[in-house]
């Protein structure tokens, strides 16, 4: 049991004041990461003026910016796995603030563009070791609570993004929105300085393990062709059968062990967690779709501008803050009730979305009809915040399962979901207007309910089938 191996300053055993400070900070700087994505649109009529940009332009700093920040924790991840994850916050967070600084100094799209890139890099890494940080604090009968409460800071930042950058916009300039990111990161970055005590503990990563084996196993074949060469008798064999180990503080970590590959191959190994992953990856794009469209039909068929639109997705935000918390707490209790039938494991944690699953298809399908109708915008609000509301309740459960079924290995395994979530993202972002247009809201609607229970089916075959492809996976490796 990986997960709970002696340790010295065990941060399980810290006080929940120190835990609770931790979850505030990542959360923080989580919520920059959910607010980066879109802060900026209200000014994008603005931004193409000053900056003689086009359509396209503007459409590429969105997918670009979107596919950065899923793809690159894979690297983060591994980092944080072997470096510590304070070092890995402070690098990225700096990157982000050059990104904001440069942007809100950009004299070409070009150069605009390149900083959305690293703000994308910068942004990534609390998605990715946000996660891992919590496992390494909290057990799991309590982790659901606080991925939930964690999760819900980048939910309500998409919702807020509106708003914040419409008023900065506004009475200000688009320019604001990036000094605005500057200043919070800046915060962010003080805090993980002074106040942020590393997690980390080598001996309960997987991935440091397996770095650990490899050098001393290369020290050993080294010692023992040494020892061949000077020593032929069946004696010096014998005694270089099995020299001592290097001392584990000698390790040297090379460019070769911050390779994000073989942590992502050791997840998608594993079949409960492709399905687990690509059902909450579909989940994030709906998330992302439905936020991207109803802006389009506020705007084109109800004429609200940025701050009318902003507050009617609010609806959306305030929805998925509460699935995340209410469901991540009730992930826990039941988590808990079946630990006290001697039923526990990490599937059990995904019964806790059976209530969520009968219902989430209903305010999905009713919205794309509503917005087709062009019904009162009250009837909007109710249908996005459900939709929020049972999609997060889902997804909250289905990262807390990802962290406690990949035990030594979570910040890889959270990395592999933001990579999933990433690329589903990326692909709506360039899909969601065409289909919208062709298939107008109804279709596209109609179009997500039958993926949404496709997501569905593939989370009860993780709930009823993944832990026997778990256990098989586990005694394989």
Known sequence: DIEHQEVSDDPRMWSSARKNLILFIISSAAFIAGLAANIYNPGITDIKRDLHASDGDISLSLALFILIQGTLPLFWSVTSELKGRKIVYLISICIAMVGALVAALSKSIGVLIGMRCFQGLGSSAVLSIGAATLADIYDPLERGTKMGIYYAAPLLGPSLGPILGGVLTQYLSWRATFWF??????LCLFMFLFLFKDTYRRERSLTYQSVLRRHILQRQRALASSKRSSMATLVSKVAVA???PPPVEDVKVTIRDVNPVPPLWMVLRRWNNVLILTSSGLIFGFSYCISYTCARTLEDKYNYNALQTGLVLLAYGIGSMGGSILGGRWSDRVLN????DGKRSPETRLVSTKGALLFFPLPVIAYGWLAQEHVHVAALCVALFFSGFFSIWIYSATLAYIVDANTGRSSSAVATNSFF????????AELAVPLQDALG????YSLWTGLVIVCEVLLLLVLYRGGRWRERAEERE
Do not use: Q, V, Y
């Open 181 to 186: 990111l500057f200043i919070w990161m800046g």
């Open 421 to 428: 979530r990433g690329a589903t993202a990326c692909i709506f």
């Open 337 to 340: 009730k079946l630990k006290e």
């Open 441 to 444: 809201d109804g279709g596209l």
């Open 242 to 244: 099995s020299p001592p």
